[in-house]
């Protein structure tokens, strides 16, 4: 209960705590035949061929080629084999923690660059908190102690010396930003105080999984201060809404927002809204969360101000956050045997070029249309990266970036170099039917192919996740019908007016919780599958991680 | 000797460690005459009225107006000050930690914003590394060690057990880099591997000093991996070359680029280039460094390749930071009595609009001249806010916006409306020749007369910093004259080839260091000032942070 961002864990011990050298261990076979033997010959060619002067050892493999666990296989496994192979993130040297690699703290950065725009255009500015809060902070909101006492990390020694007081690294930063917002706070004039910050956190998980739960993560937490109840309500609903859009626009999740029980809400919070997301395994994921805090935490720290009338009242507050988990999420939903597919939207890497040639005197009629394609592509604002290694295969090339999920790859060879074409593969389509021969180079019809080829995919990852979602969400009207929904692995969708111990008790038995009760319900009066009692809402129950 | 960025404090316990109340206490006094009075009467007149229809108590004052302690009083008074008033930080509760409020904040994100660019120009990839680290990383490196240990911050407890390892929390990132390079790099062509990361660090400082020196501080950390010592050494000239344009273009700071002596080097780096800047008080600031670590790290972490020839060596590397003690550096070299003065570059405000009007038939036609000016300047990339609060009388802004450094202040009066123009007023120059009274509103005009201005503020903020450090600089050719230099606050630059006993000497005796042997070295044969023998280079001498 404990967790802005996260249920405990329902999880068995993960593939990934199970077998950690899985992220670790290099993998020196040559690469899947699939994607290979779908491409055109001339590709085939080069990848068997031996014209690039690279040394031979090289030819035919390397040591970056994803062997993958088949998705379908073992979904978990899967996770973290794609998490390695396509060098998304490893494993630090404390148990739980991640080290967040260069491409996948790109897909980070992508988020981090949406969102940052947007929490701005609605009227927040950035700033820093510092990470040690005194660890008397953290009990003076009761239920707040409550949820993250268990899973503090403490420094006791400072400079060589014991503290006085131990320090708590920040899980969550409500109670000192309440402590400052405490002094800065006086007046009416003073409100509404926006602010957000980028920021890493600490919280002492016992069940780990990269970019899902690790030790520390890295968020924006966004904490506000307000006047009144309803202003704080609106700006609570106001956040919520700008995930949903980055979730569907960006991330092309389709996300079902609502608010949390009661059971399930933040530990200091009147509300929870919350947006959930159907993983490939179809397990729930908590993808981000907007609190009304109502006054809980401008009690506990005497944050007040002099409203209009001189009056002295507390301030209403929220506070709102989406991780790096979020990452996660995205591998979850769009990923397959291949490895990772990325919507265009949020993809480091939107097209990658690689040059074909067999022989010496290719080379440089090649590389000079590459460069000119690259050129074109860049100056029209499309994310575009050459691979001219000659230490590499064509064939390993387009399994790595197949595996990279990068949503569109170019093949320039001689033929298309004498016809002023190139070859274009979508990576969400496999085989032929996901490929366009002979486009034209020129860049008005080039640029214009690809622009538009990329807003397909973006629409077409999503409808294929809104396919996904709905085929596998059962509306129910009895417990025994949640109950068999549950079983197969579906989400269950029902009417619920009953108790916060029946909602326990469906958790005990079938492992699934109350996800969300979603914002968007049917009409007409419905009855409790639970108790048969009128409900004025349908609730979503999943098993989640 | 600890640090990246520092050197150990020479400073008396400062004025914001002795009066921790100072950057707390709110200041309720009118706001100093001295700006308003040399505005023109409309806007004289302005601040005194009684036009705008706000509650009577907070008519010509408020509880933000800065009385700043005079610059040339008590230079640490007037910078706590100056950081109070204009809202840049706050102290934490935690002793010796900071928050960055939003202001202070964008500062750090415009230095952010440039540097991210030209480390990604210069091939480096961001990513990011837990910042717990096990306590035996730390002691892998001998002079790592002896640097470190003495500020570190320690994790014992975790989830509420005692921990089997303590846990450091990061000082600094070349131990648990080092660890995560070994296991990727394994040949030539993983090489060079070239990452940054933007993060928080902690160092148990016993004196500190907001944005200077504080517990817990931002900063972005290159981490590089070579094949060769030419590489490596390339590298970290690069970086200290980028850390030196960015000074010199963006902040206006003429840091002085060096090399700096053994004494002063990092604790486990072969070599530290260093930029070294002087502030308003003529202490130096070293504002930012860049290591080649040769293969300290690389030796004691294993960090190992197969080369060309299939022989296995140690990889070269090199580290490289700037951090949040960088806005410091602006503030202390640019700031004057009336408050902080921005590089037009880097501020995140380029141009404040004030409206201006006495009856409200006025405020109609003047708020809509302030709009469509605001839109205009908008359109053009110049970083525009209006402030057209009626809390707050046009006096307390002037005086607000450079309290905040704002390089130009626009002010439209019901007159400017009817005439089509604006009044200009620039922070850097006070009174009637920062002023361009009648500038026409016409948008093709006015911008580029802003446009211009900021240019000329931009350039006349390094020229005046340029003279002022040249005018401060000695040039020693005996022991004595550097000490009497050194007595009157200035800098010493004379030959030295003397050992590093005569170096702590110099240090004990004067409390000056070595500050950097500067890359732009006078010609001819020199004589070290302090032994007569033959001396290869020139040396700075300074007090500093």
Redo the contacts between chains.
Sequence with gaps: MASLLRLPSLLKPSAAVARPSAL?R?RCRAGTAASVSASRSQAAAATTGAAAPA?PE?RGGG?REGQVTPRSVDFNAWYTDVIAAAELA?Y???RG??????Y???I??AIQDYLNVKFKETGH??????????YS?IEKEASHVEGF????????????KELEE??V?RPTSET?VN??FT??I??Y?DLPLM?NQW??V?R???RTKPFIRT??F?WQEGHTAHATLEEAEKEAMQMIDVYTKFAYEQAAIPVIPGRKSRVETFAGANRTYTIEAMMGDRKALQAGTSHNLGQNFSRAFGTQFMD?NSQIEHVWQTSWAISTRFVGGIIMTHGDDAGLMLPPNIAPIQVVIVPIWKKGDEKSAVMEAVSSVQNTLKEAGIRVKVDDSE?RTPGWKFNFYEMKGVPIRLEIGPRDVTNKSVVISRRDIPGKQGKDFGVSMDPSILVDHIKGRLVEIQASLLQKAIAFRDSNIVDVSSYGELKEAIAEGKWARGPWSASDADELKVKEETSATIRCFPFEQPEGAKKCFMTGNPAEEVAIFAKSY
């Design positions: 670790l290099r040394p090289t040591d490893d630090g040297p404390v923690t991640m080290v967040i690699r260069p996948g703290y790109a980070w950065e500015s950035n700033m820093y908190f510092p990470q040690f809060i005194p902070f006492s268990p899973e503090l990390a403490l420094v006791t020694i400072g400079g060589g131990k320090l690294v000192i402590h400052m002094k800065w006086q007046s004039r602010i920021a890493n600490t002492w998980e016992m030790l520390e890295l209009e230490l």
